[in-house]
Nanobody
Framework: QVHMVESGGGLVQPGGSLRLSCAAS????????MHWVRQAPGKEREFVGG????????RYADSVKGRFTISRDNAKNTVYLQMSSLKPEDTAVYYC?????????????WGQGTQVTVSS
């Protein structure tokens, strides 16, 4: 069965950094685009970033571009989100998600999410 497990979330002060990881299993990881999506309380889920099979094409939401970096290690079946210059507005549950062709908002597999809280 498919499993995707996020880790690395926590409480950080504004301006700080965190690195999220998502370990995947149960599907052919290297043939899927991988994405990070977040959801704050009372809000809809929001696309954060994504990358293609090899990781040489990346896409980001305007709100995080220049601050967040998405990457993947296909040998480890893991996707990462390096977050820096964090803002209170970044507070959300962060999910990793997978699809075959990189479309936003339509994903075949989801993780359970990890909480990121940015607060002083």
């Amino acid at each position: 069965q498919v499993h995707m497990v996020e880790s690395g979330g926590g409480l950080v002060q504004p301006g700080g950094s965190l690195r999220l990881s998502c370990a995947a299993s149960g599907f052919t990881f290297g043939t899927y685009w991988m994405h990070w999506v977040r959801q704050a309380p009372g809000k809809e889920r929001e696309f954060v970033g994504g990358l293609n099979w090899s990781g040489d094409i990346t896409r980001y939401a305007d709100s995080v571009k220049g601050r967040f970096t998405i990457s993947r290690d296909n040998a480890k079946n893991t996707v990462y989100l390096q977050m820096s210059s964090l803002k209170p507005e970044d507070t959300a549950v962060y999910y990793c998600a997978a699809n075959r062709w990189g479309q936003r908002g339509s994903y075949q597999f989801w993780g359970q999410g990890t909480q990121v809280t940015v607060s002083s």
